[in-house]
C-alpha cells in the first residue's frame, strides 16, 4: 500500500491539498517548525526543510501534519486521493504462521543456541536446545532452501517432541 501511494501522490500534491501553501518552485513554509519565510522544498517523492532539517516521503509528511502513525497517514491519503487498494497476498503472509517461516524462525534460533548454549566445560549437562541445533541446523537450512512445506511441519514437529519434552524433564 505504502508503495502504491508514494506512486500515486507526489508529496507538492499532498502538500497543496492539505493546505500548505507552495510556491511555482516547489517551496512552502515548514509545518513542523515556526518558518517565516519558505525553507521547505518539494520534490516529488521527498521533502526537504533547510532550516529544521526534516525530511521524508509523502506518508511523513502527512503522519506529521496531521500527527499520525504511518499507517493511518497512508490511510488517511487513499481515502483522500481515491486510491484503492488491497491487502495483497504478501503482506498478509507476513502474519502468518506458515511452516516455512516458523522454520525460520527456528533456524535463526538455532543457530543463536548454537553459539549461546554451548557447554562451557566437559562434565556439563548438555543443554537439549544447544544439541538439537547441533545435530538438525544442516537439515533446517536444507529444508528452508528447497521451501517444502510438508517437511517444514514435520520437522517443526519433530522439534516440539524432542525439545520441548527434553526441557521439561531438566526442569523437573
Ligand atoms: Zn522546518
Redesign the pocket.
Known sequence: MFEKIKSTVTVKDAAEHYGLDVSRTGKCS?P??D?DEP??KLNDNYYY?F??G?SGDVIDLTAGIFKLSKYQAALKLCKDFGIEYTVSNDSVGKHQNTPIQLLKKLTNDMCRWKRSLAPIDCGELLDPYFVFACVNLEQAEYILSEKDAEVASEFMRRFNESCQGGHTNELR
Request: include cysteine; glycine fraction near 0%; charged fraction near 10%.
Open positions: 515548514c513542523f517548525h518558518d525553507s521547505m526543510c532550516s529544521c526534516v
